[in-house]
């Protein structure tokens, strides 16, 4: 046996000869971050253990006097004694009492609309050459888009805007409302079997539609909720409310005992649409489709069992102070007069600096303390030693199981993908959902979530991580964990075409 090339070790036999890797260089630093992680994480439990075989072998040694005497001293200590343990029930009353409710996920349900609102591009394009209001830059811009957006072929619109010309009135639009809200609720309430008249809190979320009475006051008046409901009406908040809906309804949990709350989570496209040149308000029109979410929490004890997820974590981040990521997402007119959704080019910038701004308040409430130390070691080195060394990037990985990042177009996921230094696993319930669903605005990290179930991956004891942006500009954060192997919800969005995903992306 001798070496060769420095690297590899020979061995000759009979056979030939074979290499056997130098291991000192074939260590992937992966696995030494494992063992790290491992090692931080489980310190406290690794020096319990020396303590408590020292602790054992003390008490083994103490005799039937010894035992004798610390009764005694109890005995004459009796009013130290009796006022010590009161102080500990009393403390423990009041940690109980006070400490946040529990709130659990008990089911939730995705709109599917019919096949017959689908928009395949040769549609989506030969319809828009039809209506006089696009030139041909324009035509010719929105072909560009659609096709670099990751859209696939099985989006859908409002039924409104498959007429020629499109049908935008008011009765349309909340024609569009109620079939993706009722939509929702009706399997919502006939899956989890709850009796509407139950629900203590409704929380709806819509940015652009915002009719007299309410969309919350629609839901009430068609399932009869009862006349002391907490309804709350979000609009004009973009594709981050689903999660700012989820935070209010937890918050209102807090306050109201043993009660379900709903959110209602969806966007209108038909009054939406833009019909003019004006290029930073007509990709909207592109990446924006059809698709809703109702989602059923609870704060009693009882659910947990059929519960999917429990609530860990909600974190808000509002940039609104700074001007550029306040105007970023904008509704406003053209020179025409023609009303319409601008999107800055600086808009994956100043998402990236909310991102920046949510994770730094998150990463400390769900990453491992291996990653927080290297996180400050690597701060106080450079700020120290003025050394020119790259900032960290905790590892949220070790945090989380599954990412459910807002499906709002391929430049977002990518962008995330890269800082999040994810894989393609990670991101693919997001690719997919864009693919199948489109933008579906503030209830897209639902579809997301209901992916995963169906491919069978959220086991018991994962967490997930869902990430939305909206306009504003914030960035929103909802952290969910498993209570059990969650088996997809009957009638799921993904029920007939879960089989043909993942598809391959041609960029």
Not at 127 to 155: P, V, W
Not at 165 to 176: D, K, L, N, S, Y
Not at 482 to 503: C, F, G, M, Q
Request: charged share 20%; proline share 4%; aromatic share 10%.
């Amino acid at each position: 046996m001798e070496p060769v090339n420095g690297g590899s070790v020979q061995i000759q036999n009979e056979n030939g000869s074979r290499k056997l890797p130098n291991f000192l260089q074939s260590v992937n630093m992966k696995y030494v971050k494992l063992g790290y992680h491992y090692l931080i994480t489980h310190l406290f439990k690794l020096c319990l253990v020396p303590l408590m075989a020292v602790l054992i072998t003390e008490i083994s040694r103490l005799t039937p006097d010894d035992f004798h005497q610390i009764w005694l001293h109890l005995q004459y200590n009796l009013v130290a004694f009796i006022l010590l343990s009161a102080l500990a029930v009393f403390g423990t009353t009041v940690f109980i009492m006070t400490r946040p409710r529990s709130v659990y996920l008990v089911d939730y349900s995705c709109y599917l609309p019919q096949a017959s609102l689908q928009v395949p591009y040769k549609k989506f394009m030969d319809h828009s050459a039809l209506i006089d209001d696009f030139n041909e830059s324009s035509l010719e811009f929105q072909r560009k888009i659609l096709e670099r957006s990751g859209l696939g072929e099985e989006t859908y619109l409002p039924e409104g805007l498959h007429c020629v010309p499109p049908r935008t009135t008011m009765a349309a639009a909340r024609e569009e409302a109620e079939q993706v809200m009722f939509g929702c609720l009706d399997k919502l309430f006939e899956n989890t079997k709850i009796n509407p008249r139950d629900v203590g809190v409704l929380v709806v979320n819509c940015s652009l539609f915002n009719p007299t009475p309410s969309l919350s006051a629609m839901i009430v008046n068609k399932y009869k909720l009862r006349g002391n409901v907490k309804s709350f009406n979000l609009g004009g908040m973009g594709c981050s409310a689903g999660v700012i809906s989820i935070d209010l309804a937890k918050d209102m949990l807090q306050v109201h005992r043993n009660t379900y709350a709903v959110v209602v989570s969806t966007e209108n496209i038909t009054q939406n649409w833009y019909f003019g040149n004006k290029k930073a308000m007509l990709i909207p029109n592109c990446l924006f489709r059809v698709g809703g979410t109702a989602v059923l929490l609870s704060n009693k004890a009882s659910d947990r069992r059929r519960s999917k997820y429990k609530m860990v974590h909600t974190v808000r981040t509002h940039k609104g102070a700074d001007e550029k990521a306040f105007n970023c997402v904008y509704q406003e007119q053209d020179d025409n007069g023609k009303t319409g959704v601008s999107l800055s080019k600086d808009l994956m910038a100043i998402a990236g600096e909310a991102l920046k701004a949510n994770i730094t308040t998150l990463g400390p409430l769900v990453l491992p303390i291996s990653e927080q130390i290297l996180f400050f070691v690597t701060l106080v080195w450079k700020k120290l030693f003025n050394a020119k060394l790259k900032p960290y990037i905790p590892d949220f990985k070790l945090a989380f199981d599954h990412f459910c990042i807002h499906a709002g177009g391929r430049a977002v996921i990518d962008e995330l993908e890269k800082n999040l230094q994810l894989s393609q696993t990670h991101v693919e319930a997001s690719r997919m959902t864009l693919h199948r669903f489109g933008n579906t605005s503030s209830s897209s990290i639902w579809y997301e979530l209901a992916y995963i179930e169906a491919k069978g991956r959220m086991k018991k004891g994962n967490r997930v991580w869902q990430i939305a942006f909206g306009s504003g500009f914030k960035c929103n954060s909802a952290v969910w964990v498993a209570l059990h192997n969650v088996k997809p919800s009957v009638s799921s969005p993904w029920e007939h075409s879960i089989d043909r995903y993942p598809v391959k992306l041609d960029f």
